[in-house]
């Protein structure tokens, strides 16, 4: 079902103006123009959700459904009512995944880094994800086999020189516990520049450029990770979980993990984690 969905060009198309249509409708009226009332505490104070993020889900979940008949959504908000809808990532149906303002800290404080992020999944299967930063003008497309772009031009991640310091992106000690925090220490060694990141999708989208060598993750919704795992392995680059083996989606993975632009970069950051444990 999917593979003939995505053979046809202009479901690509399609699906690409639904994410830009959820956020022109819903999210850039409300850059910089959210009101207090818009803005709600989840989990803690830095756990946000704003107006944009339940409205433009909304918009996917009708859009998206409508585009592929028999498929679901499993997007951010609606876990967050429902924890069972997760669920669905394991299903026999098409699953959208969706976070719809992936970022929602920078979006809140109307700094231009936050994205939309859309997957699309089956039995636990990645087959297309996009990525779309309204404000930057970005819009980045992968599909399994098939490559990944960036307003329409092929990504390639390339490789870090020979002997370069790795810039790695990893998960922010904002959202972490302190053990969380420990599992990543390994990173704070020689020959890795490691920071604490912003939106997990345009960090991905780093590194599918070849701006970024590496990012390392220990939390795993797979809101947060589907669309951009995607987009760097179709970039040419590589992930894998502390373990050897690729993240999952339905989730169990051994934690951290980890994306690079290429093997031996995740290898080398693998390394580096697992010394420190």
Same mark, same amino acid.
């Given at each position: 079902?999917?593979?003939?969905?995505?053979?046809?060009?202009?479901?690509?198309?399609?699906?690409?103006?639904?994410?830009?249509?959820?956020?022109?409708?819903?999210?850039?009226?409300?850059?910089?123009?959210?009101?207090?009332?818009?803005?709600?505490?989840?989990?803690?104070?830095?756990?946000?959700?704003?107006?944009?993020?339940?409205?433009?889900?909304?918009?996917?979940?009708?859009?998206?459904? @409508?585009? /592929?008949? %028999?498929?679901?959504?499993? &997007?951010?908000? $609606?876990?967050?009512?429902?924890? !069972?809808?997760?669920?669905? *990532?394991?299903?026999?149906?098409?699953?959208?995944?969706?976070d719809?303002?992936?970022?929602?800290?920078?979006?809140?404080?109307?700094?231009?880094?936050?994205?939309t992020?859309?997957?699309?999944?089956?039995?636990?299967?990645?087959?297309?994800?996009?990525?779309?930063?309204?404000?930057?003008?970005e819009?980045?497309?992968?599909?399994?086999?098939?490559?990944?772009?960036?307003?329409?031009?092929?990504?390639?991640?390339?490789?870090?020189?020979?002997?370069?310091?790795?810039?790695?992106?990893?998960?922010?000690?904002d959202?972490?516990?302190?053990?969380q925090? @420990?599992? /990543?220490? %390994?990173?704070?060694?020689? &020959?890795?520049? $490691?920071?604490?990141?912003?939106? !997990?999708?345009?960090?991905y *989208?780093?590194?599918?450029?070849?701006?970024?060598?590496?990012?390392?993750?220990?939390?795993?919704f797979?809101?947060?990770?589907?669309a951009?795992?995607?987009?760097?392995?179709?970039?040419?680059?590589?992930?894998?979980?502390?373990?050897?083996?690729?993240?999952?989606?339905?989730?169990?993975?051994?934690?951290?993990?980890?994306?690079?632009?290429?093997?031996?970069?995740?290898?080398?950051?693998?390394?580096?984690?697992?010394?420190?444990?």
């Amino acid at each position: 079902m999917i593979d003939d969905f995505l053979a046809e060009d202009g479901n690509l198309a399609e699906v690409e103006a639904a994410v830009r249509a959820a956020a022109a409708a819903e999210i850039l009226p409300r850059y910089r123009q959210l009101a207090t009332h818009e803005i709600v505490e989840k989990s803690g104070p830095h756990d946000l959700v704003t107006a944009a993020d339940r409205l433009a889900e909304e918009h996917l979940t009708r859009s998206l459904t @409508r585009l /592929l008949p %028999g498929s679901v959504v499993v &997007g951010e908000e $609606a876990v967050h009512a429902d924890p !069972a809808v997760y669920d669905e *990532l394991g299903g026999d149906a098409p699953v959208w995944i969706v976070d719809p303002v992936d970022g929602t800290r920078q979006f809140v404080h109307g700094e231009p880094g936050f994205c939309t992020l859309v997957a699309l999944a089956r039995h636990g299967e990645l087959y297309a994800s996009w990525t779309y930063a309204p404000v930057l003008g970005e819009m980045a497309v992968a599909v399994r086999g098939r490559g990944a772009t960036l307003n329409g031009t092929p990504l390639h991640s390339g490789s870090p020189a020979p002997g370069a310091v790795l810039k790695v992106a990893m998960s922010h000690p904002d959202y972490t516990s302190d053990a969380q925090k @420990r599992a /990543l220490l %390994g990173l704070r060694t020689e &020959g890795i520049d $490691a920071r604490a990141c912003g939106s !997990a999708g345009l960090e991905y *989208l780093a590194v599918a450029c070849g701006a970024q060598d590496a990012v390392a993750f220990n939390w795993e919704f797979a809101w947060d990770h589907a669309a951009g795992l995607l987009l760097v392995t179709e970039a040419g680059g590589a992930q894998s979980t502390l373990s050897g083996v690729p993240y999952r989606i339905t989730g169990g993975n051994d934690l951290p993990f980890t994306a690079a632009r290429d093997r031996p970069t995740a290898e080398r950051i693998l390394s580096a984690l697992r010394a420190d444990r």
